[in-house]
Each structure stands twice: as C-alpha cells, then as structure tokens.
C-alpha cells in the first residue's frame, strides 16, 4: 500500500539563532516560533491474519513501511534576539520553511527572495526560504530513517455479503528520526549544535471503504 503519514510540529519557546558570516559565527539567543507540516510518504507492506465472526472481520499482524518521499513546509518567527556576549539586540526575523529532508543539504536554503539583519554592526543576509538542514555545518544525513515497522490491527463490519467498511490501527515501533541529525530548536553547547535523542514513532488510524470477494 501506498500511504501517507505525517505530523504537524510545533516549537514556541527560548532558542538561538546563529549567523555566519565570512566564516564567523555569532550565537544569538530569543525566542522561535515554528510551524512545520511534516508529510512522509511509505510503501507499507502489511502482514496480517484475518478471523470473521459473523458480520465482523479482525485482523491482526505487523508491517514494514519504506519511506520514498519525506518533505515539510511552515514558518520560523525569531524574536526578542540578543547578541549572546555583547547583547546587543537583532531584529526580528520571519522566514519560510520549505523542506526536503531526503535531497536538502547542509547551509542550503532556497534561492531567490533573501532577508537582511544586523547582527554586531555586520550585515548578515540569509535567504527568505530555509531548506532543511539550514542550521547544519556539515552533513548529517538525513533526519528520518528509511525504514519504519510495527503492529498493526483491525476491525471490518461486512454491510453486505462483499460491501465493508474498517478501521485499522497501525502502532510503530521504530524510532522514525537518526538522533544524529535531530537538532535541538532550544539550545545549544556554548554555540555548538546540540542533537535529541528521544524516540519519535508512528502511531496512524485509517479508514476504509471496499469491496471483498
């Protein structure tokens, strides 16, 4: 089956911003505000084994999931900016958010409109449009893993002898995101990028309408 499963990821709180410029680095702490539609695509293959009761079908089994297409799209508003040794304050920003977080590479953003920011008395310009792995300064590999897996169940309720509708739960049990390439939106290691190691899952009900003969 192909499917589609994603999420929408939120960040509103204390964080960094960090501008480069000419190879200089300069730590900025504010607040963030993002707004990420996160979209991945799977070829799911499924499992699973089916006992009727009457007009009722259960199923039970697991799943492997491949993940051909991961991509996300929001805003980042950064406000409240201040120079981390001097504090001097920076101006707010609001950016875009287009992500391809199988093909985007680190530093990388979106070509075209750009944003102007003062930062030390230096001009700092970044592109309007952020890609996926903007913050980076070197590669990571991608942040979502190639391969998802979990349990899956289900209940169908036969209108007819071939006209059903369902319900299937689908539960993960793999870790969905490299700890390698999770950046951490709220802080960092004295200007270092710091990375998560929690474990993201995912956890997908769906609906259907079909036929069976």
Do not use: C
Not at 46 to 60: I, M, T
Not at 126 to 143: M, Q, R, S, V
Not at 157 to 170: A, D, K, N, P, T
């Amino acid at each position: 089956m192909y499917s589609k499963k994603g999420a929408k990821y939120t960040f509103d709180g204390p964080s960094y911003r960090i501008f480069r410029l000419d190879g200089v680095s300069t730590l900025t702490t504010g607040n963030s505000r993002y707004r990420i539609n996160i979209n991945n695509a799977y070829l799911d293959i499924p499992l699973v084994a089916y006992g009727r009761w009457k007009d009722f079908e259960l199923s039970a089994g697991m799943y492997a999931s491949l993940l051909v297409q991961s991509i996300g799209d929001g805003s980042l508003n950064y406000t409240n900016g201040r120079t981390a040794v001097l504090q001097n304050p920076v101006a707010d920003v609001e950016l875009f958010l287009d992500y391809n977080y199988r093909k985007d590479e680190p530093g990388r953003g979106i070509e075209g409109q750009t944003e102007v920011v003062q930062v030390d008395a230096k001009t700092v310009e970044l592109p309007k449009t952020l890609g996926a792995y903007y913050d980076f300064t070197e590669d990571k590999g991608n942040l979502y893993n190639t391969l998802d897996y979990g349990l899956v169940a289900g209940l169908s309720y036969f209108m007819s002898r071939s006209l059903f509708i369902g319900v299937r739960l689908q539960y993960g049990l793999a870790d969905l995101t490299k700890n390698a390439a999770d950046l951490s939106k709220g802080s960092t290691d004295n200007g270092n990028l710091l990375f998560r190691d929690d474990k993201d899952r995912n956890v997908v009900i769906q609906a259907s309408v079909g036929f069976s003969f």
